[in-house]
């Protein structure tokens, strides 16, 4: 069975990453969706050895009634194939495509044979 590792809000996000093939890697990102800012990836290198599948976090009535507040987004990172890649997290607007992101993560992925 695949390795799934995790880092939560309070955890730094690694810049380098290890993976075997099949393994998975869960990144929770603060969210700022009230704000219309959404997190997005873009990967540099070959693009069939991982893939990033996005998930929000499930919302509650009482976190619906703080002003402001936005559900974290969980980047999960899938290692497909051996190679090495760069794999950015954007946290920006969609709409604003000539606009900076307010905040860039860059992560070197390697990812090995599987057993």
Same mark, same amino acid.
């Given at each position: 069975?695949?390795?799934?590792?995790?880092?939560?809000?309070?955890?730094?996000?690694?810049?380098?990453?290890?993976?075997?093939?099949?393994?998975?890697?869960?990144?929770?990102?603060?969210?700022?969706g009230?704000?219309?800012?959404?997190?997005?990836?873009?990967?540099?290198?070959?693009?069939?050895?991982?893939?990033?599948?996005?998930?929000?976090?499930?919302?509650?009535?009482?976190? !619906?009634? =703080? #002003?402001?507040? @936005?559900?974290? $987004?969980?980047?999960?990172?899938? +290692?497909?194939?051996?190679?090495?890649?760069?794999?950015?997290?954007? !946290?920006? =607007? #969609?709409?604003? @495509?000539?606009? $900076?992101?307010?905040?860039?993560? +860059?992560?070197?992925?390697?990812?090995?044979?599987?057993t």
């Open positions: 069975m695949a390795e799934r590792l995790s880092f939560a809000l309070s955890t730094p996000v690694p810049d380098r990453l290890a993976l075997t093939v099949g393994d998975e890697v869960a990144i929770e990102l603060m969210g700022l009230t704000a219309g800012y959404r997190w997005r990836e873009q990967i540099g290198g070959e693009p069939n050895v991982v893939a990033v599948v996005w998930q929000t976090a499930c919302v509650s009535a009482s976190d !619906l009634r =703080r #002003p402001g507040w @936005s559900p974290s $987004e969980t980047a999960i990172i899938r +290692a497909n194939n051996t190679g090495e890649v760069t794999v950015l997290l954007l !946290l920006a =607007r #969609p709409w604003e @495509s000539t606009v $900076e992101p307010v905040k860039r993560v +860059a992560i070197t992925v390697t990812v090995a044979p599987g």
